[in-house]
């Protein structure tokens, strides 16, 4: 039985999108445009990644600050690259107080101009280096055309903003933290993440170069969900954080920043959830398992007091729903939800020894003794839920994954069935432009897929230099 | 011996203040005016205060959301009162990306607004009711005095908005916010609180009534640090929040917000800190214990070790320095940073079986024998400290407390050893007007003392209402 007020994901895609953030309560329209409000369901989850990657950060020696929010022009202004990327798509403070300000601020799009500038104060003496900070926060970026989590004026993310005193350090910096979010792309998300460098048309302005996560949704699109950039003394030397390296000589930092932000709801949406709301992976559910007790039972309500105590002691994320609504009801609503794994106690089971357990990503019902191991049984459970949402997550990816280097294929492909196209590429802007007039497809990432004499760019036919993965994007 | 670095609390407060600020590492002035950078140090303790404070919340049944940062100007205005009071300190968005806005948006001073947008949609029928919800957020007030942690242009805080279907709950719910604050004020920052009423002249804008936690510093100024408010029906009636009760009829809904800030950091330094830098009540110190080991010797390497990873299963916070620093600069930077205890390990105390433990709170120093249990040292030590810290908090507070109802002694107190002064008052606001102007002094809040027939209002000698605590704020 599918859920009515959820459109089929196979018949719209879009729709069936947005009425899985609206049933679900993830997240609602504000009256402030291009904005939205996350509700507790959608914030919960982003509480729960960034518990979950900020003890990662931490454990990988990087500690917690908060720069301010707004930017002065003229600081922003320092590295010019940087400006060009952001400056047109800034939101501007002109006014404070009652008074017209003598120079504009920008609110944040990004914080390396912020933290470059503390640097410049803080970074001295090579015993200073390296300083591993990250920040929590709000950004702003003036988008014209907004969608829920996956691209909204103000969103929250991280960014980890880094300075090295030698080249080595700060690259082996970048090229750690783009594996700690495939890490967690692929164990806790459930996601299978393709990652590699974006061609200089597609890295972040004034990076030396960017790595990416790039993961495949339901529909074929791709998503870009993560990235790691390598600045190498680009920001050092327009923002004149030079120290006293051990030989006594001044010379130039090296820095990176990385940055993961609330776009991964949208990614947990589109890769696993279906035609009845939200599946969310165990690791990332904020809450796994929904005790239902049915019927007014003495019993059974003893039991479903016991499973929540035993349960909760386990560190399983666990409540029971209790309320006088009908047993349909609370399912239905515990699927449009994502809940995990749902435990239904009834006296009729009862009366067998045996309740149910019902699991969300396959709907599948099976009972269990009810003097079982349930911490056990709910453990694996989970654990059998994780791992098929990979593997269905990888499963789906594999078939819209393809590899060409015929033009006309890769044309069809995006008409009829798009997803990551393999196609051979020589490194010239052009013949990436040519691809992007057809069907829009942008490159995704280089791979490290070594290259054959014999191979050709897709579009030019000349000598090939890199594999690229190309694809349409959110 | 005192820290050089740190001017003396007793001669000059202000410059005190300013150099812990700096000397820990606390926080950084920035480039964007008013604006300040937690740093790391600072940083970690808002991150304990959350982490606290949100399972509280928690617990107490609420929610975290995240609201839009920017607010259209029609919809700041909705509340009167609300406007007049924020309007004038706030930043405006005017430009949004290349285009100059039809609209201005106000960056959020405090988010009422946005949340009864919200509930306005939201809340159609009892049964949606209460809301419990809450944000940690930045916010924005336009200030033209600005001093770290105490009153800056951008700070950190959390806001709940609970919507209600009765006057009762929600007045409950005012109340129990005032009290979780009032608790871990006690519990955890070891500092003893004043609470009350606010007199209408000093409650929130657009507030029915505004409760305070008021906590009086070192140098006997008070400092407002957290604050919980009753709207009645006053945002439901401007923002349209109705619902249909269980005898199917509409009606408004009832309101509270209640909210506490980074302020807090500086109610930490100015109540617990001393002339050799922060001190820390351990229940809120994000590290607790700090490990010395003192020399090379491989048993001093092996007791520091064992140390640290006892301590560390046992849930205490504790980390190891072996930097290649003297121990005496060691010392003195864990001081100024205000790690509660200090574990001192040396080859010459080990021939004895002894090792060192240090108190940052009285500087004492005792050895204890190698073979003790460290984890019972430790966690009695940190609960001496904790204590301690809340008696000499306290006693300094009755030393700054008066009881006068005679005017000429209210100018004495405060030109000479400023505090607490409970006076009482005959509700008038010309009174409390003419208690400003002598000295700058401001009502508190009103106590729940009882008033007798005899008492007279401080200024005016007629009947008195109430008796109010008085003092000068930050």
Redesign the interface.
Known sequence: MKNKAITSRDEDFAKWYTDIVRCANLA?Y????G??????NG??I??KMQSVLDKIFKQTGH??????????EN?LKKESELVEGFA???????????NILDE??A?RPTSET?FS??YS??VKSYRDLPKL?NQW??V?R?E?ETRPFLRT??F?WQEGHTVHATKEEAEAETLKMLNVYKDFFEKYLAIPAVCGKKTEKEKFAGADYTYTVEALMYNGVSLQSATSHYFGQKFAKAYDIKFLNKNNEWQYAYQTSWGCSTRMIGALIMVHSDDNGLVLPPNIAPRQVVIVPIGESAEVKALADKYLKILSEANISVFCDDSDRSPGFKFAEHEVNGIPVRIEIGARDLANGEITLARRDTREKMNVKVDCDIVNEVLNLMKSIQQNLYDRALKRRDELTYRTDDISQVEKIIKTKPGFIYSHWCGKQECELKMKEIGGIKSRCITDEPVSDGDKCVVCKEKAKHMVVWGIQY
């Open positions: 609602e504000s009256n402030t445009k904005c939205v409000i996350l509700e507790p914030y919960a982003w509480e500690q917690n600050v908060s720069m301010p929010m707004l930017i002065p600081l047109p798509e800034c939101a501007w403070v002109t006014v404070g107080g009652q504009r601020l609110i912020l500038d503390y104060l803080k900070y926060c709000n702003m003036w014209k004026r103000e929250l």
